[in-house]
């Protein structure tokens, strides 16, 4: 009968020490990130392509207003700056031959606020032997 009462006891106290912690102890919550999304996520490239030509297109998005300058990575030429917005859209030509990383950074640049890479995957055409023989009627 001792067992089952040190049970509930042992049960109660990991209760009561539960509820002694107060709420402020829980972690808080910062705010919402900043999103970033691009178009396109992935390049393609064939066997004959060196590098990959297209439109990348940003779309950004916050719960409160910010400046911040869109930058990408090793392409320093490229840079748009927003002042007190919430969301931002930006299309540019670009020509990549590694994965492009674009970034959101305050407007003097020192702080990355948010960051998304473009992957570029390189298309090898495999030729591989047929598992099987075509189909003989002496099989």
């Known amino acids: ?42 390049c393609t490239l064939a066997d004959n392509d060196a590098t990959c030509n297209t439109t990348v297109r940003a779309q950004w998005r916050s719960p409160k207003n910010e400046s911040l300058c869109l930058v990408i990575v090793d392409q320093p030429h490229i840079k748009h700056c927003w002042e ?5 859209t930006y299309s540019v030509e670009v020509s990549f031959s590694q ?14 606020l948010a960051s998304q890479a473009i992957a570029v995957i390189r298309k090898a055409l495999q030729f591989r032997r047929k598992r099987r023989q075509p189909w003989s009627i002496f099989y």
Request: proline share 10%; no cysteine.
């Open 1 to 42: 009968m001792w067992v089952s009462t040190s049970k509930y006891s042992s049960a109660a106290l990991l209760y009561g020490l539960l509820l002694a912690v107060p709420a402020s102890a829980a972690p808080e919550a910062g705010p919402p990130p900043i999103e970033l999304q691009l178009r396109p996520r992935v």
């Open 99 to 112: 994965d492009l990383v674009v970034q959101l950074r305050d407007t003097e640049l020192d702080r990355v």
């Open 84 to 88: 007190q917005h919430s969301e931002g």
